[in-house]
Each structure stands twice: as structure tokens, then as C-alpha cells.
């Protein structure tokens, strides 16, 4: 790049004269001489005798300083310098493809670009990330050796593509590296359908497939949108790949992506967003075998994508390490800001708290980090330059409003440390108030933030755990289904994740405060109480959203009416979770209470918050809690008044304290036991000593109400614990040449995961059933070359569920109608799956290879090869036989050889449906240490 660009240095204020450049009455020299120890986009700017000196390298610096350079004049100063911080230092940009809706790229000008990419290089900034939801590729190639990949008219791609082009222009011109964000393995719906793929997903969003497949003719898609999207854009730097869709798709990158881009004269810069990807190795190699540059991105905050406290997440030790066992020098970035990507609790609402987020900078600053890179919804620069087409009065009023939380990432980078003294001073000056009305609004804007955010300190969402449950709709659920956000500090000792979206811990590290607590620990008589229990949290959480809301309506007046409604907004979250913490721990007392009066009392003051709970939703809706299906109090009040009427009837209370005791030992598991986990022999040995401990408490209850109408409720619970205890024990099978009888599989639930704290209590007054209704059964033997699996299903209305299945097909659902997982060495490393669709109208095939803790490969569905099927269904009932040749197993097994084996079910295709012949406690991929052992007779 040369010194400048005249255009782009006249957008910044300066001024071309005889060839030589000025701003205002100073003429401009750029020099990069000592630029270097400036850093990554540093500058320093010296005014004297009517020249400026700036000295920067070429880019965006140079840019900046001219930018800066106007208010130096201003203000009269001589001389400043910036050693921003952070090496890398990209801002995130929203575009929607699609003409005529709200963000279209077509809409765009560039005098209105130009004026981002002024704002965003004011900021230090120097790179800009396109980010596009939808499959960005279908609406701007050319399509030439794909005409049937799209629905997408050829003269509108060439407009989307004209203006795209347009857009990297103008970012290069200011200096700004430039990135495509890109979900890997998306492909439009349309070539689904021409090509006769499996899944199209039309029916969730018509466009895009959401797919983990790998097929011959997705990989030559990808090979040619790969490098067709830089031969038709060349000034696009790089892509950030979001592995999202396609968990640790190293296969596609190493067999596909990697070779085609490495193919380029100009390899492209390839940001590996690590959310779904969690194989350190893997990314070193891939790293290794491309020429061009690597870097790799998390989201900030620990296990989650939903800002909660100020830290920030201590894998970066992990990957820094793996990375420098291989040599290999690859900058780490943090994806802060509030947006879906990092921030999805705050990206459309209003947030703004300076102290957090220079608390959560400083953390990663600590921890290592190369980089940061902002994302936002809301295009926050919008109110700095005049309106556009693309920016509506709903969004400017939104960036003006959260304008500090990208100033102080800003003032962050620019070493600034955190003063509230300034900060208030330039509320006053943002927002045209007096000082004092400057603190208030400052005050009101970060006791509203953190009112909405208190709430994930006690019910922080997972990724995968609950996520599938029909029940997620009351955050005061069974005990443990949510822990406290501090449960994070203990994931180095925790069974990892299998299929989790971030790297399993193996180093100890404690991001969060040590004093947070279980609802369930905190009515414990026997736990000691924190500083930072339940009831301070809700306490505080309602305080600050009633306060800050009351405070918004007073200054609405000088600021908007916007803010009042955003705040509201955001006290209508404190209060329903403050309330929902009230009701979980009235509630949760009644696993302790020793009385039949103060039981009843709990009770009622349960009933009581969700009552309050209810009118707030009819008064002001349902509100907006992350990752969360909306508060529906109505079903549990029911419970609940059901459950006061049993306590004040005449039943023996002894029997139901041992009732009670036995549940609340029963709850303890799912503190260490959680779905989606690899097993460990010790989560094993815990999950059966609890078993056995909630039992003993059980036959107590029993011999105390065993004459009464109560017995017949205990004895059911007492079949339950039965049955889980003898399906922790391993499970074998014998495989012969003849067909044996079918044996019923069982509701894969992980200990009641997900349910009610209701439930426990009003089971003991009236029969409520532990597991599905799924009569589902299954059986394996062998033919001479094939292995053979029966399934059949009764007491099902098939008019009804066959309407049912074309309604979801094309999508990923059906993979997961029977799963029959196969481990051929019976040792754990290595599982193979065969997913067989409804109807055996379909078939595909996964390998999942565990080589160690953290290490865990699932390599992605392709179409199984080999197999044949019967399928037959009569009214309420039908028959499947899938066979599978031992050659695509690796060899037919000789007698007395044994695998591991295991089939699960989901033909309901719904929620908490899903069902296995062994206990895989929900793990949708499949469990290695929860694997039949079948042996060959």
C-alpha cells in the first residue's frame, strides 16, 4: 500500500495541495520510521511549525491519525501517540443478501460505507468481518459449474456482487483487512434438490442446509465456492469459519477447503472461530499444511456465548500451550460485543457497562490474548455520520444508547484505564447533558445492564445440556439443572463433553467467584450459606432493574422515550428470575422440612412468586431470557395448588419425609452426572452409590405408609430406582445366526434431567410415570456375511406419525429415527453408526474416534453403503430389518469375539423422546463407555 489514498485521506478530513497533503492549516508527512514500536496499527503525531509529523505504517493507522490529527487542532494539543492494544483488532458487520429487507447490501452506498469504515478506523480498528446469515455464496457467484445450486436470478447476484465488491473496496482503501464470515457445510437448499441430497432442510429455513454431511458433490461445491468467491472478489482478505454447523470438520478442511484455497496465488487469512471445534491437534496440522496465515477466535466469556461476569475464558492456556508444543505461532482472539456471536443475551437490547467490560478486557489482556474482535447486531457507529437507507430510527437509537460499550473497548485498547469520573464526563458530552444529569443517566445505564445479566449468575445456559427438553421453560426446575455460573471452575474435574461447543478443561482454573450457590445447597440446613446466595442474587437482580428502570422514566425526558422501554425491558427479566429463584428455593425446602405446617407454607409461598410471575407476563409479556423458551407459570401453579391440597389431607408425614429424602439423594446424581458426557468409572460409581443410598430411603418410606393408599406411589418410584440400577450395570447380549426375542429399549433420560422439583413431592400422593410411553423393542443377529438388527414399534397411530415424518423430511431429525452404534475392538476409540431414516427410506453413517479426554472425533454423516432393508406397518404398529455387511464393518466376526454395541431411538422425532436398549444417558452421538458388550456364539 502507498503512503495514501487521496480519496480516503479526504474523507478523513485532509486535503491535497500541490501534491502535498494537509489537514487544517498543518501539513502532513507520514514517516514509518520508529512505527514498528508502535505496534499493530499505532501511530504518534507531532505538530510543529505548521507540519504534522504522523508516524505509522501504511493502513489504517495512518487513517486514524488523520482522524485524530482534527481534534488535536481543536483542542491545540502538539503531540500524542497510541500503542493500541491487541495485535489484531477486527469489527464485525451485519449484511443481509437479500434485496428489499431491512440491511440489504443493495442498499448500500458508499459515501455511507466510507463513513463506517471512518468511524471504524477511528476506533483502531483494523480489519472488518462481514457477517452474513444465510449461505453467503448462493447469492453472489457466478455459478457456472453449479447453474443448478441456486434459486437466486443470475442479474441479482451480479448487483449483490457488484456491491460487495464495492464494500471490500472501500475497506481496503481505508486500510482495513477484510473477512467473509462462513457456517462450513451450509449449502443451498436447491442443490440439495437438484442433486438429489438427503437433507435440504426446507422445512426449518427454506434456504440453507444445516447440515454435518459429506457427499462428492458437496465437496466439489466447496472446492469451487471456496476459490470462485476470491477469483470474483479479490479484495477480500479472508474467512471466518464458524464450525457451528459441522463440529470439528476436519475432514472437510483437510480433504476439500485447505487444498482448494491453498491452490490460490494469495492464500487467504483463515480464522478458525472455535465454537464446535475442540481438537487442538487437529488445528495444529491443518495450521502446518497451509501456506497462508492461521488464526483462531473464542468467544470471551466461560462455556457460554451470553455475557454474564467479567472474565474471561481460561482455554486460552490450553491452545496456546498445544500450540506452542508444536512450534507454531498462532494468535489467539477473544469475540467480544453484543451480538449472537459472543454476546447473545444483550444483541438486541440495552447494555452498556464500561466497568464490565474493561474487567473482562483486562482478564484477557492477562490471559494472553492476540486479539479481540467486536461484534454487534447494531451497527453502534450509526449515530457518529448523517442517516442512510440502511440504518432505521429503531437501530441509531439503539447505537446511540449502547454507544459505550464500544467506547470502552476503545478507550480499553487505547490503555485507558477505568475512570468513572471520565466516563461520566463523556456521557455528558455524547448524550448534550449536564454533568449531573450525566450521572444518573451513566448510573442508570449500568444498574439496567447488570439487573439483566445477574440472572445467568445463577441460571447460566449450556450449550447442549436441557437444550432439547420440552420442559425448558421454568428456570426453577428439578435441582442442578442449572448450576450456578462458579459450577465452570470445577469443569477440569468434570467428565468432559463430548460433543461440546467448546475445548473439555484439563487445566484447573477458577474465572468465576467461588461464593455462588445452589438454589438447593442454600435451603440446606446442613450447607453453610454464601455471600453471594440465591435470594442476595434475586434481591440485588430486582433492585437494580426497578431502580434503573424508575430511574429511565425520569430521564426520559432529556435522553428519549426509548430508553424507558429498553429498561423496562430489562427489569421485566430481573424480576421474573428473581421471582423464579423465590419459588425454586420455597419450593426445594420441602426436600429438608421436618414439619407437615412448614411445608405446606413453602408451598404456598411458591405458589405465591409464580402467581406474582404470572401477572407481570400478563401485564408486560413474556420476557426475553437467553437460550430460554419463555416463562409458562400456569402449569406448575396447577401442580403446586394440587400439591398444598395433598399436604393438608391426613397422610403419614414420616413416610413422606423418607419420600422426599430418597428423591433428594436421587437429585444429587445430576450433580455429577450430566447428559452429553463421556462417563467416567467414577461419575459411574457415584451415580450407583446414590442409587443405592435413594432406595434404602425409599424402602423406609414404604415401611412407613405400607398399609396406606401412598404405598402403591412408593413402590412405583422403588421399580424406577430398580430399573436405573440395573441399567448402570453393563449390559451383555449374544448374537447368533437365528433371531432371538426382541428386547424393549428404555427411555434415554439422564436421571430425570429436566423435569419438575414438583414432581418429587407430588408423586408420593399420586402415581406420576419416571419414563416415556415408547414401546419400542430391538434385536441383533447374524446372517453368514451381514449383521442383522430387527426393530419394531406397537401402539402407535401410523396414519398419524407417517404424516409426521414427511413433514420433517430433508431436515436432520430423521437421522436420529434408529441409530445402531457398533465398536468393533469393544474398547471405546473407535464407534461406528448407522443412521437409519423412517421408513429405511434412507440410511447414512458416522465414526466417532475418542484418542483422549479432550481429543474426540465425530466425523460427519455420508451415505452408508452396502446395507438393505425391509420396512412393513400395519395401523398402530411396524417392523424394520436392517442389514449391514460385515465388510463395511472392517471383517466378519469369528465366534467368541465380542463388540460393543448399542442401538437408540427416536421415532417420535420430539423432544425427550428419545429411547436406547442400554442407557446412553442422552448422548445424541453415542456414549463409548455405554455400549452393550455382544458377543458372537
Given at each position: 500500500?502507498?503512503?495514501?489514498?487521496?480519496i480516503?485521506?479526504?474523507?478523513?478530513?485532509?486535503?491535497?495541495?500541490?501534491?502535498?497533503?494537509?489537514?487544517?492549516?498543518?501539513?502532513?508527512?507520514?514517516?514509518?520510521?520508529?512505527?514498528?514500536?508502535?505496534?499493530?496499527?499505532?501511530?504518534?503525531?507531532?505538530?510543529?511549525?505548521?507540519?504534522?509529523?504522523?508516524?505509522?505504517?501504511?493502513?489504517?493507522?495512518?487513517y486514524?491519525?488523520?482522524?485524530?490529527?482534527?481534534?488535536?487542532?481543536?483542542?491545540?494539543?502538539?503531540?500524542?501517540?497510541?500503542?493500541?492494544?491487541?495485535?489484531?483488532?477486527?469489527y464485525?458487520?451485519?449484511?443481509?443478501?437479500?434485496?428489499?429487507?431491512?440491511?440489504?447490501?443493495?442498499?448500500?452506498?458508499?459515501?455511507?460505507?466510507?463513513?463506517?469504515?471512518?468511524?471504524?478506523?477511528?476506533?483502531?480498528?483494523?480489519?472488518v468481518?462481514?457477517?452474513?446469515?444465510?449461505?453467503?455464496?448462493?447469492?453472489?457467484?457466478?455459478?457456472?459449474?453449479?447453474?443448478?445450486?441456486?434459486?437466486?436470478?443470475?442479474?441479482?447476484?451480479?448487483?449483490?456482487r457488484?456491491?460487495?465488491n464495492?464494500?471490500?473496496?472501500?475497506?481496503?482503501r481505508?486500510?482495513?483487512?477484510?473477512?467473509?464470515?462462513?457456517?462450513?457445510?451450509?449449502?443451498?437448499?436447491?442443490?440439495?434438490?437438484?442433486?438429489?441430497?438427503?437433507f435440504?432442510?426446507?422445512?426449518?429455513?427454506?434456504?440453507?442446509?444445516?447440515?454435518?454431511?459429506?457427499?462428492?458433490?458437496?465437496?466439489?461445491?466447496?472446492r469451487?465456492?471456496?476459490?470462485?468467491?476470491?477469483?470474483?472478489?479479490?479484495?477480500?482478505?479472508?474467512?471466518?469459519?464458524?464450525?457451528?454447523?459441522?463440529?470439528?470438520?476436519?475432514?472437510?478442511?483437510?480433504?476439500?477447503?485447505?487444498?482448494?484455497?491453498?491452490?490460490?496465488?494469495?492464500?487467504?487469512?483463515?480464522?478458525?472461530?472455535?465454537?464446535?471445534?475442540?481438537?487442538?491437534?487437529?488445528?495444529?496440522?491443518?495450521?502446518?499444511s497451509?501456506?497462508?496465515?492461521?488464526?483462531?477466535?473464542h468467544?470471551?466469556?466461560?462455556?457460554?456465548?451470553?455475557?454474564?461476569?467479567?472474565?474471561?475464558?481460561?482455554?486460552?492456556?490450553?491452545?496456546?500451550?498445544?500450540?506452542?508444543?508444536?512450534?507454531?505461532?498462532?494468535?489467539?482472539?477473544?469475540?467480544?460485543?453484543?451480538?449472537?456471536?459472543?454476546?447473545?443475551?444483550?444483541?438486541?437490547?440495552?447494555?452498556?457497562?464500561?466497568?464490565?467490560?474493561?474487567?473482562?478486557?483486562?482478564?484477557?489482556?492477562?490471559?494472553?490474548?492476540?486479539?479481540?474482535?467486536?461484534?454487534t447486531?447494531?451497527?453502534?457507529?450509526?449515530?457518529?455520520?448523517?442517516?442512510?437507507?440502511?440504518?432505521?430510527?429503531?437501530?441509531?437509537?439503539?447505537?446511540?444508547?449502547?454507544?459505550?460499550?464500544?467506547?470502552?473497548?476503545?478507550?480499553?485498547?487505547?490503555?485507558?484505564?477505568?475512570?468513572?469520573?471520565?466516563?461520566?464526563?463523556?456521557?455528558?458530552?455524547?448524550?448534550?447533558?449536564?454533568?449531573?444529569?450525566?450521572?444518573?443517566?451513566?448510573?442508570?445505564?449500568?444498574?439496567s445492564?447488570?439487573a439483566?445479566?445477574?440472572?445467568?449468575?445463577?441460571?447460566p445456559?449450556?450449550?447442549?445440556?436441557?437444550?432439547?427438553?420440552?420442559?425448558?421453560?421454568?428456570?426453577?426446575q428439578?435441582?442442578?439443572?442449572?448450576?450456578?455460573?462458579?459450577?465452570?471452575?470445577?469443569?477440569?474435574?468434570?467428565?468432559?463433553?463430548?460433543?461440546?461447543?467448546?475445548?473439555?478443561?484439563?487445566?484447573?482454573?477458577?474465572?468465576?467467584?467461588?461464593?455462588?450457590?445452589?438454589?438447593?445447597?442454600?435451603?440446606?440446613?446442613?450447607?453453610?450459606?454464601?455471600?453471594?446466595?440465591?435470594?442476595?442474587?434475586?434481591a440485588?437482580?430486582?433492585?437494580?432493574?426497578?431502580?434503573?428502570?424508575?430511574?429511565?422514566?425520569?430521564?426520559?425526558?432529556?435522553?428519549?422515550?426509548?430508553?424507558?422501554l429498553?429498561?423496562?425491558?430489562?427489569?421485566?427479566?430481573?424480576?421474573?428470575?428473581?421471582?423464579?429463584?423465590?419459588?425454586?428455593?420455597?419450593?426445594?425446602?420441602?426436600?429438608?422440612?421436618?414439619?407437615?405446617?412448614?411445608?405446606?407454607?413453602?408451598?404456598?409461598?411458591?405458589i405465591a412468586?409464580?402467581?406474582?410471575?404470572?401477572?407481570?407476563?400478563?401485564?408486560?409479556g413474556?420476557?426475553?431470557?437467553?437460550?430460554?423458551?419463555?416463562?409458562?407459570?400456569?402449569?406448575?401453579i396447577?401442580?403446586?395448588?394440587?400439591?398444598?391440597?395433598?399436604?393438608?389431607?391426613?397422610?403419614?408425614?414420616?413416610?413422606?419425609?423418607?419420600?422426599?429424602?430418597?428423591r433428594?439423594l436421587?437429585?444429587?446424581?445430576?450433580?455429577?452426572?450430566?447428559?452429553?458426557?463421556?462417563?467416567?468409572?467414577?461419575?459411574?460409581?457415584?451415580?450407583?452409590s446414590?442409587?443405592?443410598?435413594?432406595?434404602?430411603?425409599?424402602?423406609?418410606?414404604?415401611?412407613?405408609?405400607?398399609?396406606?393408599?401412598?404405598?402403591?406411589?412408593?413402590r412405583?418410584?422403588?421399580?424406577?430406582?430398580?430399573?436405573e440400577?440395573s441399567?448402570?450395570?453393563?449390559?451383555?447380549?449374544?448374537?447368533?445366526?437365528?433371531?432371538?426375542?426382541?428386547?424393549?429399549?428404555?427411555?434415554?433420560?439422564?436421571?430425570?434431567?429436566?423435569?419438575?422439583?414438583?414432581?418429587?413431592?407430588l408423586?408420593?400422593?399420586?402415581p406420576?410415570?419416571?419414563?416415556?410411553?415408547?414401546?419400542?423393542?430391538?434385536?441383533?443377529?447374524?446372517?453368514?456375511?451381514?449383521?442383522?438388527?430387527?426393530?419394531?414399534?406397537?401402539?402407535?397411530d401410523?396414519?398419524?406419525?407417517t404424516?409426521?415424518?414427511?413433514?420433517?423430511?430433508?431436515?436432520?431429525?430423521?437421522?436420529?429415527?434408529?441409530?445402531v452404534?457398533?465398536?468393533?475392538?469393544?474398547?471405546?476409540?473407535?464407534?461406528?453408526?448407522?443412521?437409519?431414516?423412517?421408513?429405511?427410506?434412507?440410511?447414512?453413517?458416522?465414526?466417532?474416534?475418542?484418542?483422549?479426554?479432550?481429543?474426540?472425533?465425530?466425523?460427519?454423516?455420508?451415505v452408508?453403503?452396502?446395507?438393505?432393508?425391509?420396512?412393513?406397518?400395519?395401523?398402530?404398529?411396524?417392523?424394520?430389518?436392517?442389514?449391514?455387511?460385515?465388510?463395511?464393518?472392517?471383517?466378519?466376526?469369528a465366534?467368541?469375539?465380542?463388540?460393543?454395541?448399542?442401538?437408540?431411538?427416536?421415532?417420535?422425532?420430539?423432544?425427550?423422546?428419545?429411547?436406547?436398549?442400554?442407557?446412553?444417558?442422552?448422548?445424541?452421538p453415542?456414549?463409548?463407555?455405554?455400549?452393550?458388550?455382544?458377543?458372537?456364539v
Amino acid at each position: 500500500m502507498s503512503e495514501y489514498d487521496p480519496i480516503t485521506a479526504s474523507q478523513c478530513g485532509a486535503r491535497v495541495e500541490n501534491g502535498a497533503l494537509f489537514s487544517g492549516g498543518d501539513e502532513v508527512v507520514f514517516t514509518s520510521r520508529g512505527a514498528r514500536s508502535l505496534g499493530a496499527g499505532g501511530y504518534s503525531v507531532k505538530r510543529s511549525r505548521g507540519k504534522a509529523r504522523v508516524a505509522a505504517r501504511p493502513g489504517s493507522a495512518r487513517y486514524a491519525a488523520l482522524l485524530e490529527l482534527q481534534s488535536m487542532q481543536a483542542s491545540q494539543a502538539v503531540s500524542v501517540t497510541r500503542r493500541p492494544r491487541f495485535s489484531i483488532r477486527n469489527y464485525k458487520h451485519e449484511l443481509n443478501l437479500i434485496p428489499d429487507t431491512p440491511r440489504s447490501i443493495l442498499s448500500y452506498t458508499e459515501d455511507f460505507w466510507s463513513s463506517v469504515c471512518r468511524e471504524i478506523v477511528r476506533r483502531h480498528f483494523t480489519g472488518v468481518v462481514f457477517y452474513i446469515n444465510a449461505v453467503p455464496f448462493e447469492h453472489f457467484l457466478d455459478f457456472n459449474e453449479f447453474s443448478d445450486a441456486t434459486d437466486v436470478p443470475a442479474d441479482v447476484r451480479s448487483r449483490v456482487r457488484d456491491a460487495f465488491n464495492m464494500l471490500l473496496a472501500v475497506s481496503r482503501r481505508y486500510g482495513l483487512r477484510t473477512f467473509l464470515q462462513e457456517y462450513l457445510s451450509h449449502y443451498p437448499a436447491r442443490l440439495a434438490d437438484s442433486r438429489n441430497l438427503l437433507f435440504n432442510a426446507r422445512n426449518r429455513s427454506g434456504a440453507a442446509c444445516l447440515a454435518n454431511f459429506h457427499h462428492p458433490v458437496l465437496h466439489d461445491f466447496f472446492r469451487y465456492t471456496h476459490t470462485r468467491i476470491f477469483e470474483l472478489c479479490p479484495d477480500l482478505d479472508g474467512l471466518y469459519l464458524n464450525y457451528e454447523s459441522s463440529p470439528n470438520a476436519v475432514e472437510l478442511m483437510k480433504d476439500v477447503v485447505i487444498p482448494a484455497l491453498s491452490s490460490l496465488e494469495r492464500p487467504p487469512v483463515l480464522f478458525h472461530r472455535l465454537w464446535y471445534f475442540t481438537v487442538p491437534r487437529e488445528m495444529c496440522d491443518m495450521a502446518e499444511s497451509y501456506p497462508g496465515e492461521t488464526v483462531v477466535g473464542h468467544k470471551i466469556m466461560d462455556t457460554m456465548d451470553a455475557y454474564n461476569y467479567p472474565a474471561a475464558d481460561t482455554r486460552i492456556a490450553e491452545w496456546k500451550a498445544a500450540f506452542a508444543e508444536r512450534g507454531l505461532d498462532i494468535p489467539f482472539v477473544y469475540l467480544v460485543g453484543p451480538c449472537h456471536n459472543c454476546g447473545s443475551n444483550i444483541s438486541r437490547r440495552l447494555w452498556s457497562d464500561p466497568e464490565f467490560i474493561h474487567a473482562a478486557l483486562s482478564r484477557a489482556l492477562k490471559l494472553g490474548a492476540d486479539g479481540i474482535s467486536f461484534h454487534t447486531v447494531w451497527e453502534l457507529t450509526a449515530d457518529e455520520f448523517d442517516s442512510s437507507p440502511v440504518i432505521d430510527p429503531h437501530e441509531r437509537e439503539m447505537a446511540r444508547l449502547n454507544h459505550f460499550h464500544l467506547e470502552s473497548v476503545v478507550d480499553f485498547v487505547r490503555g485507558l484505564p477505568f475512570d468513572e469520573k471520565r466516563v461520566v464526563s463523556e456521557h455528558a458530552r455524547h448524550f448534550r447533558l449536564k454533568s449531573r444529569g450525566a450521572a444518573s443517566l451513566y448510573r442508570t445505564l449500568r444498574d439496567s445492564s447488570r439487573a439483566e445479566i445477574l440472572h445467568l449468575m445463577q441460571f447460566p445456559l449450556t450449550t447442549q445440556e436441557g437444550y432439547h427438553l420440552d420442559a425448558r421453560r421454568q428456570l426453577s426446575q428439578h435441582p442442578f439443572f442449572y448450576m450456578p455460573v462458579s459450577y465452570h471452575n470445577r469443569q477440569h474435574a468434570e467428565d468432559p463433553h463430548q460433543f461440546w461447543s467448546y475445548l473439555s478443561k484439563a487445566k484447573k482454573a477458577s474465572p468465576y467467584p467461588g461464593d455462588l450457590q445452589t438454589i438447593f445447597d442454600f435451603v440446606d440446613p446442613a450447607a453453610p450459606v454464601t455471600k453471594n446466595n440465591p435470594l442476595v442474587l434475586a434481591a440485588s437482580m430486582e433492585r437494580l432493574g426497578k431502580s434503573s428502570a424508575a430511574s429511565a422514566r425520569t430521564l426520559a425526558r432529556k435522553v428519549g422515550p426509548e430508553l424507558a422501554l429498553l429498561a423496562a425491558d430489562n427489569r421485566h427479566v430481573a424480576v421474573s428470575c428473581a421471582r423464579d429463584i423465590r419459588a425454586g428455593a420455597a419450593l426445594f425446602r420441602l426436600y429438608f422440612d421436618a414439619s407437615r405446617s412448614r411445608a405446606v407454607a413453602h408451598v404456598e409461598e411458591a405458589i405465591a412468586e409464580l402467581s406474582a410471575l404470572k401477572r407481570d407476563i400478563r401485564t408486560h409479556g413474556v420476557p426475553y431470557i437467553h437460550m430460554h423458551g419463555g416463562h409458562d407459570p400456569d402449569r406448575d401453579i396447577s401442580a403446586l395448588k394440587k400439591l398444598k391440597r395433598a399436604l393438608r389431607t391426613d397422610f403419614p408425614f414420616p413416610a413422606f419425609r423418607s419420600y422426599a429424602e430418597s428423591r433428594r439423594l436421587y437429585c444429587e446424581i445430576r450433580r455429577h452426572v450430566r447428559p452429553w458426557r463421556m462417563w467416567s468409572a467414577r461419575s459411574i460409581r457415584k451415580a450407583s452409590s446414590l442409587l443405592k443410598r435413594s432406595r434404602s430411603a425409599a424402602l423406609a418410606a414404604l415401611d412407613k405408609c405400607r398399609d396406606t393408599r401412598f404405598a402403591s406411589n412408593v413402590r412405583l418410584w422403588i421399580d424406577w430406582l430398580d430399573s436405573e440400577i440395573s441399567w448402570i450395570k453393563p449390559m451383555r447380549l449374544t448374537c447368533s445366526d437365528l433371531p432371538g426375542e426382541l428386547i424393549r429399549m428404555v427411555h434415554d433420560n439422564c436421571f430425570g434431567y429436566g423435569g419438575f422439583a414438583w414432581q418429587d413431592f407430588l408423586s408420593f400422593f399420586q402415581p406420576l410415570r419416571c419414563d416415556k410411553d415408547v414401546r419400542l423393542f430391538c434385536g441383533v443377529h447374524r446372517e453368514a456375511d451381514r449383521l442383522v438388527i430387527s426393530a419394531h414399534e406397537d401402539g402407535c397411530d401410523m396414519k398419524e406419525r407417517t404424516a409426521h415424518w414427511a413433514r420433517f423430511a430433508g431436515g436432520r431429525d430423521p437421522a436420529g429415527f434408529l441409530r445402531v452404534f457398533i465398536d468393533t475392538a469393544n474398547d471405546g476409540r473407535r464407534l461406528q453408526c448407522y443412521s437409519i431414516f423412517p421408513g429405511a427410506a434412507a440410511a447414512t453413517r458416522f465414526e466417532m474416534q475418542v484418542r483422549g479426554r479432550q481429543d474426540v472425533l465425530v466425523l460427519p454423516d455420508r451415505v452408508a453403503a452396502g446395507w438393505d432393508a425391509t420396512f412393513a406397518h400395519d395401523r398402530d404398529s411396524w417392523t424394520l430389518v436392517f442389514k449391514i455387511p460385515f465388510k463395511q464393518l472392517g471383517g466378519a466376526p469369528a465366534k467368541g469375539d465380542t463388540w460393543g454395541f448399542n442401538v437408540t431411538g427416536n421415532t417420535h422425532i420430539a423432544r425427550n423422546h428419545g429411547v436406547a436398549l442400554y442407557k446412553a444417558y442422552e448422548m445424541g452421538p453415542g456414549n463409548p463407555s455405554r455400549m452393550c458388550t455382544l458377543e458372537f456364539v
